[in-house]
């Protein structure tokens, strides 16, 4: 499966984007699926995870009440709502797909490329 995020961009602190990762290849209703970030010098880390049907969702603590993981498997999508970002959300946003909905990179065999969100103060 062929993963493309997009959504990036540049936002003021307290704003919101949407992030859409769109998939190609195979249907995507058969992965769990995770969105993963890596900020400028940091290792990359887990974000949010939703299982193949959408009734299982985790996310990391920095963006619990803030962030939403959401799909659509009719348009082989899946969301990640970022509202009242912070400076510290800044990084390279990526979509994965795996056997999921789990925590750890290791379990996604499929990596989209990636999109900067780069949030000013």
């Known amino acids: 499966v062929q993963l493309q995020a997009s959504g990036g961009g540049l936002v003021q602190a307290g704003g919101s984007l949407r992030l859409s990762c769109a998939a190609s290849?195979?249907?995507?209703?058969?992965?769990?699926m995770g969105w993963f970030r890596q900020a400028p010098g940091k290792e990359r880390e887990f974000v949010a995870t939703?299982?193949?049907?959408?009734?299982?969702?985790y996310y990391v603590d920095s963006v619990k009440g803030r962030f939403a993981i959401s799909r659509e498997n009719a348009k082989n999508t899946v969301y990640l709502q970022m509202n009242s970002l912070k400076p510290e959300d800044t990084a390279v946003y990526y979509c994965?797909?795996?056997?999921?909905?789990?925590?750890?990179?290791?379990?996604?065999?499929?990596w989209g490329q990636g999109t900067l969100v780069t949030v000013s103060s």
């Open positions: 290849g195979r249907t995507l209703s058969s992965y769990g």
């Open positions: 994965a797909a795996g056997m999921g909905p789990h925590t750890a990179e290791g379990r996604y065999a499929y």
């Open positions: 939703i299982s193949q049907s959408g009734g299982t969702i």
